[in-house]
């Protein structure tokens, strides 16, 4: 299986532009290069995946507010999904079923 680059020019790669535009938007998100930017997301993701999230699943929608506060209990629902889904993977079952797939 093909091993998929992490850093800038593998991200560049990955969304089909140039070195330049990713550092413009790691520029943008205000960090100095990538590496400050990666380490950045990096905090982010870990401090994201301690604090509990709490979405009524049977109705995300339940709430009375704003367009904000229902993008907001979508945003919730569909991260707790992946997470959970996240949570249920395996690297190595991921590797085995994808070395039954016949190679397209």
């Not at 943008?28 to 301690?50: H, I, N, P, T, V």
């Not at 709490?54 to 995300?60: D, E, G, I, K, W």
Request: proline share 4%; glycine share 6%.
């Amino acid at each position: 299986m093909e091993s998929r680059r992490h850093d800038s020019r593998g991200i560049a790669s990955e969304v089909f532009v140039s070195l330049a535009t990713v550092l413009r938007v790691v520029r943008k998100c205000g960090y100095d290069s990538w590496r400050a930017f990666a380490g950045g997301l990096l905090l982010y993701s870990e401090s994201a995946r301690q604090q509990p999230v709490s979405v009524n699943m049977s109705r995300p929608f339940g709430m009375p507010g704003s367009s904000a506060a229902i993008v907001s209990s979508i945003k919730s629902l569909f991260e707790q999904t992946v997470q959970e889904a996240a949570a249920m993977l395996s690297l190595e079952d991921l590797e085995r079923v994808a070395g039954l797939l016949p190679v397209a």
